[in-house]
């Protein structure tokens, strides 16, 4: 079968198998599989040192694979990285631009450097730009652009020729609240339109409203792969309990009829196995005039996912 | 209506093959490099040698019945000769940048994400940058040895053919060696500034060190292989007087080429690595 055929018939935007990479003795990626499908919004997520760069530099074609087999868009990045990337965005993090020019040749350029010819650069920057919302600014020079700005030309040269993937690195970082609102509504609207995209933050809470997917890293494994909400629901028979003039005595009895009952900043969180444990709070809460003002279930933010995860990579 | 705001787009139109793509990174580089002030300056420069030499050739006769002038013996060698210390200034002006700059600006991973690779990147660069070398060291020579031939009647065809193949193959070829070590430079740092003056300082003080050893071991004949402007000068030579004997310039220059060659994909490799941080 062709590579043409092969990427036609291709069913995931990304595919990683047993993926290994080494550097020297250092095990970078260890044994990462998983498998992004088209229009998926994915987190990449994970502490300094995790691996997530090598993940992304493998898949961008920047750096061989040691073991195992990945395909991107139906093509392999070591072999063929140019037909790979021809079809995928990639906006880097750093603050970056092609120097001495105004935001309009910056995006034509890239779209250029992707084999446009001029014309075609020209109006698809247009509109870009314009969906961007950069109408005279873009007539600037990058280098006098606000980082907001520069945030915006980035995602700009990253989408100019087409991408049906998209990698986003810490695509929000230094900016102001107003302008992270405004790049998130950007970015959701581009995932609206069926691009798949990975987004590799540090900032849990973007990731929690723009990912409907997780692959969480950590020393070159992946933790967890799969949906996000499937993560958070993990704390299944954990409560969050919120009561109101507790005392010595009752946080005693909670102790004891619950161990491993975690005070919280609002509260408790408090393991309740079946309906019976509950019906026992209940009376505990009565006997020591407790009053129980919330009672729900638990489910993990994004941050006590990740930390549990890392906890149990450890 | 928004790119976006009508369902994604996937561009269908058409594409440059990825081979030729190293055009556009060597035109928009050649443009940049057209902006600097002091590049500018220099092909200014450059142009006053061309001149006086086409002003003699058209002119010869005249002059030598004057006698007040000492015609150049060869004036494409005399020619070429001046223009390469315009050409090593023009190198430190525009060439020092040439990754340097995308270095300081951090592009190159913009370069790099894009269906491009590491080595049409270079060869855009490269290309820009022989490109503006050879404008003024050896195209020069080249309409210079066109217009002799024009003007002097004991010029043959066959001479003038000899002489053009052997300015497109010494100039280009030494042109293309100070490049991918200019390059190489230029590849090291992400000031253009300090590249610069390292390359002015490899190409003229590379003429003291030669002009000390050729002191210190009585005109030995490798003394010469020292000196970046003696070995473009001993290219020129030999390429209009091929022989064994005057074959060492050329050969040490495609060696500092080589050399200078691997650094540079020594150094591409290394910034490919580092290009992504997550």
New interface residues.
Partial sequence: MTQAATNAQATSVVMAKNLVKHYGAFKALDDVSFELVPGSVTG?LGPNGAG??T???TL?G??PHSAGTMEVLGYSPTRA???A??R?G?M?????????RTGLESVV??G??????RE?AFS?AY??L??LGMDEVRHRRV?EYSVGLKQKIKLG?A?V??P?LLFL??PMSGLDPRSRDEMMELLA??T????AMVL?SHVLKDVETLCRDVLMMDRGKLLYSGPLHTLQKAQEGYYKLEVRNEDEPFMAALERLFPGVERTRLGYSVRLRDVEARRNLWLVAKEHGVQIRCLTPSRDSLEEAFLRLLGKGE | M????E?????S??????RT?FL??AS?ELL?ML?GKWTRRLLYLASVPFIVMVAIALFKGVLASAGSFNLPVNPIIQLMSIEATVMALLAASAGAGVIA??R????L?????????PARYAWGKGLALWGLLSIVFWVPALVLSWLQALVDPSFSGMALLKIMAAVVLSGGGAMAVITVVVMALSSLGNRSGYIGMAWIALYFFSDVVSHAVRQATNHAFYSDWFSFQRLLKGTMDWALNPSLDAIGAPLVLLGIGFLAGVLLVWRLRRM??T????
Wanted: proline content about 7%; aromatic content about 12%; cysteine-free.
């Fill in positions: 990449l997530k760069s993940l992304l530099k961008l920047f750096l990285p140019l037909a990337r021809q995928v990639y880097p993090e750093n603050e970056t631009w092609f120097p001495e350029f890239a250029r450097l992707s084999g446009m010819p075609q698809r509109e870009v314009d969906y280098s040269q989408v020729h087409g049906r690195d810490e609207g581009i609206r339109s069926g691009v590799s | 928004g790119i976006y705001k369902g994604y787009r996937e561009y139109g058409p594409l440059y093959p990825a793509r556009v990174v928009e940049r902006r700059e995308d300081k600006s951090r592009s991973v913009l370069y790099l994400s894009r269906p491009l690779s490919m690595r290009a992504v941080s997550a």
